[in-house]
T-cell receptor
Framework: QKEVEQNSGPLSVPEGAIASLNCTYS??????FFWYRQYSGKSPELIMS????GDKEDGRFTAQLNKASQYVSLLIRDSQPSDSATYLC?????????????FGTGTRLTIIP | GAGVSQSPSNKVTEKGKDVELRCDPI?????LYWYRQSLGQGLEFLIY????????KSGLPSDRFSAERTGGSVSTLTIQRTQQEDSAVYLC?????????????FGPGTRLTVL
């Protein structure tokens, strides 16, 4: 089992709709969770971080964390063509190394105008 | 302010040659990380430095890979006797400190192609 798993996609969503990206992790004691966006040919940029169970909202983005289910998700409301990118889920925790990020392979999102 | 910078942006080399990749972290950041992104492999951790502590080298794939960080700032990743499987984008990141809650900011990467 991979430490961090994501559906590779591609995920296609109509413009204006909600895009839902999911991530599961294997280490139950993981503590920090990050969503990065990566445009083709560019480096990852941080979208959201979340540390506690529940929802965290920032503009059109909402991160959701459920530690009991070992599941973290990212919702993008009112999707725009500029949201088309690969979204990387990353995790930190004592077993994986508190300092280094362990990444999923990413979900490619396409927003259809 | 200035972000993480890396050089060169692209490097093409022949199998068996040595290469050096450079990273300049965000000013004031004490932690510096190297990752590698290969097609179909995702981002994988290589090594990180925190202040003057011994680096965590647990992700280096072989002894052909080494890294140093001079003066707590600029870092150089060296790959000796390059192989074709070393072809990847090498990404550097920095954070204020190396901690479980700290955010890592990535540089633009160096695309390495080994012929």
């Amino acid at each position: 089992q991979k430490e961090v798993e994501q559906n590779s996609g591609p995920l296609s969503v109509p413009e204006g709709a909600i895009a839902s990206l999911n991530c599961t992790y294997s280490d139950r004691v993981s503590q920090s969770f990050f969503w990065y966006r990566q445009y083709s040919g560019k480096s990852p940029e941080l979208i959201m971080s979340i540390y506690s169970n529940g929802d965290k909202e920032d503009g059109r983005f909402t991160a959701q964390l459920n530690k009991a289910s070992q599941y973290v998700s990212l919702l993008i409301r009112d999707s725009q063509p500029s949201d088309s990118a690969t979204y990387l889920c990353a995790v930190k925790g004592p077993s994986l190394g508190n300092e280094k990020l362990t990444f999923g392979t990413g979900t490619r999102l396409t927003i259809i105008p | 302010g200035a972000g993480v910078s890396q050089s060169p942006s692209n490097k093409v080399t022949e199998k068996g040659k040595d290469v050096e990749l450079r990273c300049d972290p965000i000013s004031g950041h004490t932690a510096l990380y190297w990752y590698r992104q290969s097609l179909g492999q995702g981002l994988e951790f290589l090594i990180y430095f925190q202040g003057n502590s011994a680096p965590d080298k647990s992700g280096l794939p072989s002894d052909r890979f080494s890294a140093e960080r001079t003066g707590g700032s600029v870092s150089t990743l060296t790959i000796q006797r390059t192989q074709q499987e070393d072809s990847a984008v090498y990404l550097c990141a920095s954070s204020l400190v190396a901690g479980v809650a700290d955010t890592q900011y990535f540089g633009p990467g160096t695309r390495l192609t080994v012929l």
